[in-house]
Each structure stands twice: as C-alpha cells, then as structure tokens.
C-alpha cells in the first residue's frame, strides 16, 4: 500500500517554505514516487528578518533561538495543513520536515555538528500527523558531513541513465551526485549558488533576489575581485565535503566587491561568474555526459546561461525533463528520507558524506495515532512482568 508523504524543505536562501505531496511505495526492489504537487509559502516579513539577522556571522542567543524554532515550525506546521487539503484530499501518512539550517558546523573540513530549526512538534499537532526530522544529525554523528543528503535520490534515480550523468542542485549553496553508477558514488557542496548574489542584492536593495538575473546581466565581471573570491580554500578541498552560511556570508566580500547602488550591478556579474564558474570546474572534473539540474538557481536566466555555456558541449537539462518536477526535488528527497526511515531503511550514501556507515537518519515525532499500515494498538491499562532470564 502506498504511503502519502508531506516533503518539507526551506534551504538557504530562506525565501520560503516548500511542501511536496508524494505517493511513496515499494515495488519489487525499487520504490515508485508518484508526485501529487507542491505549495509553497513565503515566510511572514517578521520572521524572515528576524532569521536573517540570526545567520552567521552574527551571534545569538538562546532566547532567539527558541523563539526562531517555534516560529519556523509553526510556519512549517500552517503550510504541511495546506499541503494536506490541497494535494491529499485531506489524507496523508506522514511529514518529514528538514526545517530551516541556521548553522552547519565544519571544522578542518569535517562536520561537527548542525541546527535546523522548525519544531516538529507543531507539525505533528496542527496536522495529527507522524513526523520525521532533524535528518543530518545522525550522519554526523557517524563520522559523515550531514551534507548533501539529496545523493541518494540522484543515485536511485539517475544512474540507469546512459553514459555518465551528473545530477547538480542551485539553492543557496550548490551541490553534485556524480559517479551514479560506480559502487562509490559522491555527493558534494561545490560552494555558493545563490547564497552570495541574495546576500549582496538584500544589503543593497532590501530586495530577496536579483529578478531574472537582470541586474547582473547589466554588470560586468571585476577580474581581480573573482580571482580574489576563485582564491577561497575551500573549492580546492577534495570531497566529501559541505559547506553553508557560515562561510559563504556578506561578510565573505567584505573588502572584495564594493557594494553600493552604482557598483551593485558589477558586484553581481562577479558573483555569477564565480558560481558558475566554480560549479562548472567541479562537473568537468568528473568527465559528465549530461547534467541534470534542480534548484531556484534555474530561475535566474544570467546564471544558467552562463553554466551552460562553460558546460558545452555537455547538456544541462532540467529534472523536469526527466519527469521530477525540478523546483519541488528537495521536498521530494525528504519525503523519500522520511519514507525510508519510518521503514527503518538507510537514508544515506557513505560515500557521499564520508560517514563511516549508513545510517537510519532523522526523529520521529508521533501523531495522533499509529502510521497507517501497522496494527492498531489498544491502550495498555496494566503491565505485567514477566519472569527475568
């Protein structure tokens, strides 16, 4: 019987909160996903720039942390209600909810911790509904980057695919699966996407985004800032390897693009060409016959122009021409992640993370009554002990 799951996400960009109905069941030795839709909400203004003013590398404290994760799963709690009503009928299984990164933690180049927030409480009381979450943590914990998790929907997706595929997300920051159909694929952050040109667009503007990459379009690259900025460490570090916010802030251009109304459009010409650029060397690496994209990063046209021509001849095609709706995919992966764990099933590659095994990842919080598909428990009004061993 299949199982219809809620995928939750809001990546780094923090523009809003996804919700992606699936249809989830095993058959045979594969799953089968049928997707039922997506919504997806803005968060309100007040809790969006209270985030913002919570992301590194400016400090916090407890009491805006706790504030943030009620918030934030209240948020997560109003839309997975939506996603219920509209795309279920009002019938779902389970949500699995990612939250909302304010800090991933590496050190020396390995993973020490990670905070998402969006307590999955009010997830399970708004809707009754089991949910899982807090999905990086256990990764870490065994030796693993915790980051990126989406490998193991582009290995069992992609790898039957002919020649040598890639599949690359552009949220905030950006990521490959590539190797699918080697038995070590690698999942890796190969550094920003769009977390560098939303930081410098909202310091000068207010604005969230450059719409439709206009703005860059009219620039033109600052050679000695990109080499500056292409100097970065952390894109010659060999995977497994993750990175977020707290490295690839405002602050990371702080002495290296000037950010100013007449200077903005220059500055994100320069921006653009180092995302490219970086996410381009890292696909050619690894020798691709096609590369599969997902992610906001494809709605900003300067951006994928650009990818595509340093690609070339290799195709940059869409996830939606391959039937996965493309701007749904990452609350697609966490439905399937939350999927695999409620049947105790792995949700990670090692190989990918680094992590020393795979592991079952994520918490449960229950719901109102048991998952669908087990047997119905009856309240225990006593408990008996039985003889010791």
């Given at each position: 019987m299949p199982l219809r799951v809620i995928g939750m996400m809001s990546g780094t960009s923090f523009d809003a909160v996804d919700a992606a109905a699936v249809e989830l069941e095993f058959e045979g030795d594969a799953i089968t996903l049928r997707p039922l839709g997506l919504v997806s909400w803005p968060y309100p203004d007040a809790l969006r720039t209270a985030l913002a003013e919570a992301l590194p590398p400016r400090p916090i404290g407890a009491d805006l942390i706790c504030r943030l994760d009620t918030e934030i799963g209240q948020s997560f709690a109003?839309?997975?209600?939506?996603?219920?009503?509209?795309?279920?009928?009002?019938?779902?299984?389970?949500?699995?909810?990612?939250?909302?990164?304010?800090?991933?933690?590496?050190?020396?180049?390995?993973?020490?911790?990670?905070?998402?927030?969006?307590?999955?409480?009010?997830?399970?009381?708004?809707?009754?509904?089991?949910?899982?979450?807090?999905f990086r943590a256990r990764d870490i914990a065994a030796g693993g980057q915790g980051a990126p998790l989406v490998g193991l929907l582009d290995v069992l997706w992609l790898r039957s695919r002919p020649g040598n595929p890639v599949a690359l997300n552009l949220g905030g920051i950006a990521n490959i699966t590539v190797d699918l159909g080697?038995?070590?694929?690698?999942?890796?952050?190969?550094?920003?996407?769009?977390?560098?040109?939303?930081?410098?667009?909202?310091?000068v503007t207010g604005e969230p985004y450059d719409q439709d990459g206009a703005r860059a379009a009219r620039g033109r690259v600052l050679p000695d800032a990109l080499d500056r900025l292409l100097a970065e460490p952390y894109y010659r570090r060999l995977p497994p390897k993750s990175t977020g916010k707290e490295l690839f802030h405002l602050g990371h251009l702080?002495?290296?693009?000037?950010?100013?109304?007449?200077?903005?459009?220059?500055?994100?010409?320069?921006?653009?060409?180092?995302?490219?650029?970086?996410?381009?060397?890292?696909?050619?690496?690894?020798?691709?016959?096609?590369?599969?994209?997902?992610?906001?990063?494809?709605?900003?046209?300067?951006?994928?122009?650009?990818l595509a021509a340093l690609l070339d001849p290799v195709p940059l095609r869409t996830a939606d021409e391959l039937g996965l709706p493309s701007a749904a995919k990452e609350a697609i992966l966490f439905a399937l992640l939350g999927f695999l764990t409620v049947h105790g099933l792995p949700g990670t590659l090692p190989s990918g993370t680094g992590a020393r095994h795979a592991s079952v990842l994520g918490s449960i919080?229950?719901?109102r009554g048991p998952l669908r598909g087990l047997p119905d428990p009856v309240p225990p009004r006593a408990i008996r002990v039985l003889p010791g061993r």
């Open positions: 109003d839309v997975a209600a939506q996603a219920v009503e509209e795309l279920c009928d009002g019938r779902a299984d389970l949500v699995a909810s990612h939250g909302q990164t304010v800090y991933h933690w590496v050190e020396d180049g390995a993973a020490r911790g990670t905070l998402q927030l969006g307590q999955p409480a009010w997830i399970a009381e708004r809707t009754g509904l089991p949910v899982v979450a807090d080697t038995d070590r694929p690698l999942a890796y952050d190969t550094g920003p996407a769009n977390a560098l040109l939303d930081a410098a667009v909202r310091e702080d002495g290296v693009l000037p950010l100013a109304e007449d200077s903005l459009d220059d500055a994100l010409a320069t921006l653009t060409e180092l995302t490219a650029r970086t996410v381009a060397e890292a696909i050619l690496r690894h020798g691709p016959t096609e590369v599969v994209a997902s992610g906001g990063g494809l709605r900003n046209p300067t951006l994928a122009r650009r919080t229950p719901g």
